[in-house]
């Protein structure tokens, strides 16, 4: 009797430090992947990839262990211009054919302060990987009254060289900015 006791509380202690992942998958229409690059060096173009998916994956509750995911289609890139979507969408920008998405996959997270971290990843884009660093701030999570589900709000921003991908490599950066801001937010229910 006393090693069947053994046993189970042997069990009990091992899984009282197993911890459980949540996966948590964005909430689209509370959700977005925004962009901003310098034109001729005197205005701010912006725009948004509206084709996407993001999940994050996280065992603590305050996500300090969290792995971002992220999948944007390149053909939903969205500047409110059609011409100047088509171009981004050619071989001279995105080239969407050839590469139909970005991907990003993070790789390690540190807090920086309450809420604040640095997260850095994978960034794949027009068949070029580099690792990159995004700041990322969780800004809480409720219970959705409509849904009745767990949601999570960040926010993540950093830059990206568009020349480090291959993008754009026929206009200078006096015309189009080589660095780029993006912002993404981003709710995402349990």
Do not use: C
């Not at 997260?119 to 009254?145: C, F, R, W």
């Amino acid at each position: 009797m006393k090693k069947y006791i053994f046993i189970a509380l042997a069990f009990l202690s091992l899984s009282a430090f197993t911890a459980v992942n949540t996966i948590w998958k964005n909430d689209a229409p509370h959700s977005q992947l925004l962009f901003t690059v310098s034109h001729l060096g005197i205005n701010e173009v912006s725009g948004s990839f509206n084709d996407f998916a993001a999940s994050v994956n996280a065992s603590k509750a305050d996500f300090s262990d969290a792995v971002f995911e992220l999948n944007a289609k390149t053909a939903s890139v969205d500047t409110r211009v059609e011409a100047r979507d088509n171009h981004l969408k050619s071989a001279d920008f995105f080239d969407a054919e050839k590469f139909p998405a970005i991907t990003f996959k993070s790789t390690a997270i540190k807090r920086i302060a309450k809420d604040k971290y640095s997260l850095t990843g994978n960034l794949n884009m027009h068949g070029i990987s580099k690792p990159v660093t995004l700041q990322l701030l969780y800004k809480g999570s409720t219970e959705n009254p409509m849904n009745k589900k767990n949601t999570a709000g960040f926010q993540i921003s950093g830059t990206v060289k568009r020349s480090d991908f291959g993008i754009g490599a026929k206009f200078p950066a006096a015309m189009v900015g080589d660095v780029v801001s993006i912002k993404a937010n981003g709710e995402f229910i349990q």
